[in-house]
């Protein structure tokens, strides 16, 4: 069974994340084929991108259990070629999340051009309690679209936010109570739809474009940071206790 789900309907193109079973977790195969949807040609006559997820989990991030095998590498490669994909899409992306967004599924959300969220949704970056970090990539989109004060208390406490706090603060475009979710989805994605195509894209590009700047600052010294967190015993310790559904003892190490 395929673990993304492509469907089409007029204007609109559909990516449906298909494992429920593990919350939508990213393996290697999912990311493979989240890549080849979002690099997919565009036809003349497509306006929107809408990305989903099936179950009651949006998406709870990188497989934790293929990571644990592939640390300091893998399938961190795939999620930051994955998002980039999103963001150098040239249409409009939407994340219609109508549950939680953690870790590498809640940069997934934000990196999607608008996010209508229901209002039992939550999003986070679990990383440390599991001994980990996000590198620049990652780390950049977070203080781009959240600021610095969320992004602070997103990163370093853990815990997942509830998607009416980001509302509130003009972090998410919408965020509606689940039964209304569906119908306030279609009405962003039909107004998307309606507009000029032509100026959707170079207004996609002018935001991109905008947001590189942060690329050129230097972080190699950051980066080392992040590979020895990935590569420490807490991190394996972390990961194994979070699979064995446990509090982990970090030593620093």
Known sequence: MSKVIVEKNGPVTTIWMNRPEKKNALDSE?????IAALQAPVAADDRVIVIRGKGTVFCAGLDMAERRETIGGGS??????????????????????????????????????LVVAADSARFGMSLAQV???????????????????TTREMLLLGDP????????????????????????ASKII????????????????????Q????????????????????????AQEGMKARLEKRKATFKGS
């Open 190 to 209: 039909e107004r998307l739809a309606a507009n000029a195509p032509l100026s959707l894209k170079a207004m996609k590009g002018l935001t991109v474009r």
């Open 76 to 113: 961190a490669s795939g999620i930051e070629i994955m998002l980039r994909a999103i963001e150098l899409c040239p249409l409009p992306v939407v994340a219609i999340v109508h549950g939680d967004a953690i870790a590498g599924g809640n940069e997934l959300a934000l990196h999607c051009d």
């Open 30 to 34: 999912l990311l493979r084929e989240m």
């Open 131 to 149: 001994g980990l970090a996000p590198n620049w990539f990652l780390a950049k989109k977070l203080m781009e679209v959240l600021g610095p004060v």
């Open 161 to 184: 936010l509830p998607a009416t706090k980001l509302h509130a603060l003009g972090l998410i475009a919408r965020c509606v109570p689940a039964a209304g979710l569906e119908a306030e």
């Open 211 to 234: 947001m590189e700047f942060r690329d050129a600052i230097p972080h190699a010294d950051i980066d080392a940071l992040v590979q020895a967190a990935m590569k420490s015993q807490d």
